[in-house]
């Protein structure tokens, strides 16, 4: 696996080189940001807005919507009960929120307040002991400066048949090959760590978890390579997205390498 070079293109236009793992299928942004602080705070940072009038948002708005009734199909096929759920990473806690109005007793955990949303519970701390029947994370662990540490933390969090739902992007996707170091999805240097699916599945293994099941996130295909089509300073923007999304789909249905993936995680026994 080769080094690649990515640039911030949200706020300061700095460079940063994607390093392969020792052990896994996976890259890691050196360096990491002593004040990683800085790289978030654009208004255009567009998971941490709780509005805006712009065409991408409202399209943003719109997808994260369908994303929950997704996701929430998919935590109660693998749960036994609807009991406490924790968005780890919670944002401005719109699925928190989402998940509360189809029975679960959802809270979030979110350390960056500036997000928060006024109407959802936040905890300041989430390690409590065989607490949550499910624990998920949306595209939040490749901003962690320490994926270990969160997954020790969740395997003492969950009850014993408790489940771990993770979002990831997929840097083997169609769409990932086709930017190479624009593709949006690398995102340095908030996104610290970037993963296959088998490069996850077998760090998840070794820190406790098994992978019960994947399922693709099809209209991440599309958004990502949007956001690509704007690093490039594309013309026609939207109409090469959509063919990108599309084309990354299509070839998804053999390879199952989609733009991005939920891994369904459980305790190993």
């Excluded at 519970?121 to 989430?126: I, N, V």
């Amino acid at each position: 696996m080769n080094k690649i070079t990515c640039f911030d293109h949200l706020v300061t236009g700095d460079s940063f080189v994607l390093e392969p793992h020792d052990h896994y299928d996976i890259l890691q942004t050196t360096p990491q940001p002593k004040d990683i602080e800085k790289y978030y705070d654009h208004p255009n940072y567009i998971s941490h807005k709780k509005q805006g009038r712009s065409l991408l948002f409202s399209v943003y708005s719109r997808l994260r919507q369908w994303n929950h009734n997704y996701k929430i199909k998919i935590i109660n096929k693998h749960t036994q009960i609807k009991g406490k759920l924790l968005d780890f990473g919670a944002g401005t806690g719109s699925f928190v929120e989402f998940a509360n109005t189809k029975g679960w007793q959802s809270e979030g955990f979110e350390p960056n307040t500036k997000p928060h949303g006024a109407k959802v519970k936040y905890q300041r701390t989430w390690t409590n002991q065989n607490t949550y029947q499910a624990i998920t994370a949306w595209h939040v662990v490749e901003h962690l400066p320490n994926p270990n540490e969160f997954f020790k933390h969740a395997l003492n969090s969950l009850t014993d048949n408790g489940k771990l739902f993770v979002a990831l992007p997929n840097f083997t996707s169609w769409d990932a090959n086709k930017y190479g170091a624009m593709w949006a999805a690398y995102d340095v240097p908030r996104h610290l760590w970037h993963f296959s699916p088998e490069g996850f599945i077998s760090m998840a293994k070794d820190l406790g978890f098994e992978t019960e099941k994947t399922y693709p996130l099809r209209f991440d295909a599309y958004y990502v390579s949007l956001l690509s089509e704007q690093n490039r300073k594309s013309n026609f923007p939207w109409f090469k997205a959509f063919w990108s999304g599309w084309r990354s789909n299509r070839a998804a249905k053999h390879s199952k390498n989609y733009s991005s993936l939920i891994y369904v995680l459980q305790k190993r026994k």
